[in-house]
């Protein structure tokens, strides 16, 4: 009953992700700011789950898990509401604070015991709702689009996020029965700090991998519906808006896949072959003079490829690392990888803005090949400090 509620929790975080991106297009005309801007937007969310992320160990350690994840997702209804009401641009910034505060913590807390207690095929499957709740949104926003407005976007997801967050105070109890987060707790005392975990050969490539990897995934977040707003005119706001959903769609359908082979090829030959169908992808996006489908099948296979890669180095966590950093391990990878989601999304806005945007998979591209070479990196590394007497 527990792990059920867990998949109910990995779908709220993905609810709010997605939203943004699908409603840009709409709501930077009617807000009157550049398309650029959507980057602000994005830093700032990302911004304030960095500091959660980072704060994730200590939090651990003195708060009971199943009270970072009802706060967390009080926190997230809040902003999203704040969102709904928000007439001008300055107003998005200030609810990006409670937006992204919730976030960040609980997403370290629930892969840190996910990643202790069950296999990565539970990992990848979990993490395959996240992929369904930022599916979900994206369609929100297009009904709202076609019925209403981008403010009944972000107001009928709060509604869903009201629900799972009841679900989860009535779940309350069960976190008692089972494999509570009070044996996390535990297992957290004499905890390595951050400085510490830093020195521990691999980390910092893993870190510049998440790093990598969070910043094209946070590229397709935003600017995939303004990609096709853009470079397929004759197209409908409303589907434009749906657009937004196909990373999400190609996440989930690369975890559940993932979540069936993992435990036979393992995590590390899941992610190879994950960051090889992203490649192809973004090959499939960059050709020139193609029906839009094949763009779309295109944005598609990058959401696949990349669905098993940040589900299996928290997965990792645990066993590439001795388990006294593995708390502060997944902190710091949450860190690094909303660095990612903070910045680059803003990059592009500004490179986009200079070049126009079919420039992004090229800037794909780029950050695809460093994930897959700083992982490489980590394993080499990883592979002599186990040989090392």
């Known amino acids: ?34 398309s650029s801007y959507a980057g602000y937007v994005f830093m700032a969310i990302s911004f304030m789950t960095i500091i959660s992320a980072l704060l994730s160990p200590s939090i651990i350690r003195k708060v009971h898990t199943k009270w970072i994840v009802v706060y967390s997702i009080l926190l997230t209804i809040i902003g999203i509401l704040g969102f709904s009401f928000s007439r001008h641009f300055y107003m ?59 403010h009944e976007g972000y107001r009928w997801t709060s509604f869903i996020q009201f629900g799972i967050l009841l679900v989860c105070i009535l779940s309350l109890p069960l976190w008692r029965k089972g ?69 999400f769609f190609g996440l989930m359908v690369g975890r559940v896949i993932s979540g069936l082979i993992t435990n036979r090829l393992g995590d590390r030959c899941t ?19 193609v029906h839009y489908v094949v763009t779309a099948v295109g944005f598609g296979l990058i959401g ?10 928290q997965h990792m966590a645990p066993v590439n690392f001795p388990k006294r950093f593995s708390a502060a391990v997944i902190g710091l990878q949450m860190a690094a990888a909303y660095v990612g989601s903070t910045f680059m999304p803003m990059v592009f806005g500004h490179l986009q803005l200079l070049s126009g945007i079919r420039i992004m998979p090229f800037y794909l591209l780029l950050f695809a090949l460093l994930n897959l070479g700083l992982l490489e990196l980590a394993y080499l590394m990883i592979r002599r400090r186990e040989n090392r007497p």
């Open 304 to 313: 696949t490829g990349m669905g098993p890669v940040f589900p299996g180095i």
């Open 92 to 150: 998005l910034i200030l609810w990006a604070i409670p937006y992204g505060l919730g976030a960040g913590a609980i997403d370290a807390a629930v892969n840190h015991y996910i990643a202790n207690h069950y296999s990565g095929s539970v990992m990848n499957f979990l993490h395959c709702f996240y992929g369904l709740g930022a599916i979900i949104s994206p369609n929100i926003m297009a009904l709202a689009l076609r019925r209403a407005t981008w």
């Open 179 to 247: 494999n509570g987060s009070g044996d996390d707790r535990n297992k957290l005392e004499g905890v390595a700090t951050l400085r510490e975990t830093l020195r521990v050969p691999g980390v910092l490539p893993t870190l510049a991998a998440f790093f990598a990897y969070c910043s094209c995934e946070a590229t397709c977040y935003v600017w995939t519906s303004s990609y096709f707003a853009d470079t397929r005119p004759e197209l409908s706001k409303d589907t434009v808006a749906s657009f937004g959903a196909l990373i």
């Open 271 to 289: 992610i190879r072959w994950g960051i090889v169908v992203e490649l192809a992808g973004i090959i499939l996006v960059a050709l020139p003079g």
């Open 1 to 34: 009953m527990l792990l059920a509620v867990m998949y109910l929790i990995y779908m709220s975080l993905g609810l709010p992700d997605s939203l943004l991106g699908a409603g840009w297009p709409v709501m930077q005309a009617e807000l009157g700011v550049p």
